[in-house]
Nanobody, 121 residues
Framework: QVQLVESGGGLVQAGGSLRLSCAAS????????MKWYRQVPGKQRELVAG???????NYARSVKGRFTISRDNAKNTMYLQMNSLKPEDTAVYYC???????????????WGQGTQVTVSS
């Protein structure tokens, strides 16, 4: 019953900040790569940032220098600190993680339900 749950979305003015969280729960053997995606209705899903098991990170050019991805392995939780937000950051943000199930030991690609981020001008 492994699942991912995002939280922290909301409505902010341009230039403001939000911190998103993604918590993995259930019987978990290990969490490998974790990523944040975002999607606008009618548009293709976009990779925003990723953080690997060893801690290396990568960012989309559009958010580099403004967003910071991090993880707390003890809590099986990933974060996305979003600063200097722009209207074009408005989207549903989705958590994605590669997780080995602690019961079946199957490796799966898991997605959260999404959290809405709206940036007003």
């Amino acid at each position: 019953q492994v699942q991912l749950v995002e939280s922290g979305g909301g409505l902010v003015q341009a230039g403001g900040s939000l911190r998103l969280s993604c918590a993995a729960s259930g019987r978990i053997f290990s969490v490998n790569d974790m990523k944040w995606y975002r999607q606008v209705p009618g548009k293709q899903r976009e990779l925003v940032a990723g953080i690997m098991r060893g801690g290396s990170t990568n960012y989309a050019r559009s958010v580099k220098g403004r967003f910071t991805i991090s993880r707390d392995n003890a809590k099986n939780t990933m974060y996305l600190q979003m600063n200097s937000l722009k209207p074009e950051d408005t989207a549903v943000y989705y958590c994605n993680a590669v997780i080995v199930d602690g019961v079946s030991y199957r490796t799966g690609d898991y997605w959260g339900q999404g959290t809405q981020v709206t940036v007003s001008s």
